[in-house]
């Protein structure tokens, strides 16, 4: 039993003065808010912890490992994600494992895998599913404020005395999700984390559920979340969005949950007391005709659609309990009442068992789609199999090799070949295409006409080897005519900006192009 209410032994935290470091390391473009380390902070301050809190990419890991060495915390937590933000966790635990102090994983790629996590020297513990009572306890036996045994810590794994990693049981999930709130004034810069909603300039993003009650056989909440889904009281996310309108004067919400109507009825209210423009992620069944109408009466300016496929067979396969007839139904009602309203499709293909003829009806889908509307942007990912999941032993079946090592899971993205039966180099051309066409929705010059419509040859017949055209440009891109590049793209090259997770265009980054203009 944690002793919330001990307030002698919580001033005799404050008074020593027990820092904890929560670190998200993150890519370059993805200005996100780590919502996981912000609710964990705010159960650790309860208890009389300080924390700090760091949401920077790789080019921050000397200063803070020189911090830590500094400052000498309590522990290190990582929030963890599958894929190549992994690199940059793996080498800070290193150091600071060499430091002496106590490494901690918790995260999405940590829980699905806690055991394997263990098996590296320099990780001493995990913490499992939802992070704050968890940590709290942890931290009060870490600092010797209660007896220390961590197989009475539910949700903690651990390696006992001989090095072997051990997991005892999952704590049970928190029923009353206000306890504890997203520690919004622990981060150094919340104007960072402000994007563009269509007209809107300041909306935010906000967490008012967790989970996802469908059960999606590639998704990672099967495991995680185990298809519940639960809510914070309308009064605490009311206070929680007038807070940030007050101190931050945003100007629209950005309902980031992974999936908003869990409840469709009390959702809509709810979206109607907020009484702001809003975004948010939706299912394709859900856009009927007077659902979308709510939806451009309230102020909505973007959803999410997890489309995933375009062949039923494909759809049935990966449970996603969903028509493909729906999908062009359900868009098009979209576009037709509420045509404002930008639509966020996104995609997975190499799925097991797909054949390349269920793929092509997915990629004809995607352009049927993108011809809709300039608003519908279509985004793919390539599959990337996850421990646990309900697609998983196919996976294990038809010879995917889970890496040995957490340096492995790093090579893991979404648009690479995660799999045998999928090429990587493959993938990374289809990404590529994709973006420029279904996601950037880039459009070109009547002179550039050759080459938008090669790529388009390629993506209609999955054509994606020897992508020639690509190479020419970061060639030329990472040369002397570099300047000419940047001149010609600004001139003769428009693009959807901005995805709600940060910048997309096709190649402006590379050419330092400021695409916020």
Known sequence: MIPLEDVQLKSTIKANGETIFLVNFRNHRDMYPPFGIMYVADALEQVGFSCRLFHETEDFLD???????????????????????????IDASKRIHDLGIPVVWGGVHA?????????????????????????????????????????????????????????????????DLDLYQPRWDLLTDVEAYLIPSGPYGRAI?????????????????????????????????????NW?????????VDFADDYLFGRIKPMQRLVEKVNMPWSGQVRVQLLKPEFVQWMADTGCQWVNIGVESGSQAVLDRMYKDQKAEQIEWGIGNLVKIAPHIEANCSFIVGLPEETPEEAKVTFDLIERLAALSDNVRCSVCVYMPYPGTPLWPKALEMGYVPPETQEGWV???LNRGNTPWVSDEASQVMCDINDILFVGRSQGHWLLAPYYGLLRWRWRNQRFGHYWEGALKKQLINSP??????????RMVTWNQNTHKGSISEGAEMLGLDVKD
């Open 244 to 252: 940030l309108k007050e101190n931050f004067a945003i100007d629209a």
């Open 411 to 413: 090579e893991m993205d």
């Open 205 to 241: 993003p906000v967490y008012i559920s967790r989970g996802c009650p469908f059960r999606c056989g590639f998704c990672y909440n099967e495991v995680v979340m185990k298809r519940t889904w639960r809510q914070h009281s309308d009064e605490f996310i009311l206070n929680q969005i």
């Open 63 to 89: 200063e803070f490992i020189e911090m830590a060495a500094r400052e000498r915390p309590l522990f290190v937590g990582f929030s963890t994600i599958t894929g190549p933000q992994l690199q940059p966790t």
């Open 111 to 175: 829980t699905i895998m806690p055991l394997d996590v263990l098996k590296e020297e320099y990780v001493d513990f995990v913490i499992v599913n939802e992070g704050e009572e968890t940590a709290q306890e942890f931290a009060l036996m870490l600092a010797g404020y209660l007896s220390q045994d961590w197989a009475a810590v539910d949700g903690l794994a651990y390696k006992r005395e001989d090095g072997f990693p051990q997991f005892w049981r999952e704590r049970p999930f928190i029923q």
């Open 481 to 490: 005519l570099k300047p000419m590049m940047a001149w010609m793209t600004q």
